[in-house]
């Protein structure tokens, strides 16, 4: 029988080595694998680069990965709020690197390494401090940028439903950056707060179809923290 449930988040994490590229799905709280984090602290990996939306809120989850010292580098397109003050503090000290992505761009970048798209040109950031020394282009009259793809060892997301196969469904905005992550990574590890048997999930609601993902955790105790 085919199946790609792990007993338990840290099971599923166990392989993910010092130096590792990992996505982290997410949208500030919405849609955060927190779970996977907290079981990635745990195994305290360390020098690893991190690709998200943002950097992080208050001391969990992200941010309190930062706070563990396992990141050397953020690729993000959100670093800064005022609950964000693990990172601020980090890049403050020079302990953590930022590359900052216009969320756009970011978006694309992931998008086209899961689609196998060498590089792409694109309008945004054009003549600003964020593409200093990129090829740029003039196309029709307009000014371009040449932006890479963004690939990773691991994507680790948070879906709401899935199966044994790795299908996946999600809550509303808790999609997010999931499912392009999913399609960017080497290997995609999915916590999944409801888990149904193979069938259950109407294929019309899966957004993510298991070829995309390699690792399901169900984590039921995610709904009721958040709604504590």
């Known amino acids: 029988m085919i199946t790609k449930l792990y007993a338990s988040a840290l099971d599923a994490i166990g392989d993910i080595k010092d130096g590792a590229v990992i996505m982290i799905g997410g949208f500030g709280p919405?849609?955060?694998?927190?779970?996977?984090?907290?079981?990635?602290?745990?195994?305290?990996?360390?020098?690893?680069?991190?690709?998200?939306?943002?950097?992080?809120?208050?001391?969990?989850?992200?941010?309190?990965?930062?706070?563990?010292?396992?990141?050397?580098?953020?690729?993000?397109?959100?670093?800064?709020?005022?609950?964000?003050?693990?990172?601020?503090?980090l890049y403050r000290e020079k302990r953590v690197e930022l590359e900052l992505v216009p969320q756009g761009n970011l978006v694309a970048r992931i998008q086209a390494a899961g689609a196998g798209i060498g590089a792409f040109y694109t309008p945004t950031g054009f003549g600003t401090a964020l593409t200093e020394g990129k090829e740029t282009r003039e196309i029709a009259g307009k000014h371009y940028v040449l932006e890479y793809p963004l690939a990773a060892d691991y994507a680790l997301i948070k879906a709401h439903r899935a199966d044994r196969w790795g299908n996946l469904?999600?809550?509303?905005?808790?999609?997010?950056?999931?499912?392009?992550?999913?399609?960017?990574?080497?290997?995609?590890?999915?916590?999944?707060?409801?888990?149904?048997?193979?069938?259950?999930?109407?294929?019309?609601?899966?957004?993510?179809?298991?070829?995309?993902?390699?690792?399901?955790?169900?984590?039921?105790?995610?709904?009721?923290?958040?709604?504590?």
Do not use: Y
Request: overall charge negative; proline content about 6%.
């Open 169 to 228: 469904a999600f809550n509303k905005a808790g999609r997010n950056f999931g499912p392009i992550m999913a399609a960017a990574a080497a290997c995609t590890i999915a916590q999944a707060t409801q888990f149904a048997e193979l069938g259950d999930i109407d294929p019309e609601v899966i957004v993510t179809p298991g070829i995309f993902v390699n690792r399901v955790v169900h984590t039921p105790d995610a709904q009721t923290r958040l709604s504590a």
């Open 30 to 89: 919405a849609g955060q694998p927190v779970e996977l984090i907290d079981a990635l602290i745990a195994h305290a990996p360390k020098h690893l680069t991190l690709i998200s939306n943002n950097a992080g809120n208050g001391d969990f989850g992200l941010a309190a990965l930062l706070k563990a010292g396992c990141v050397d580098k953020m690729i993000c397109s959100f670093p800064r709020q005022s609950d964000s003050w693990v990172f601020d503090q």
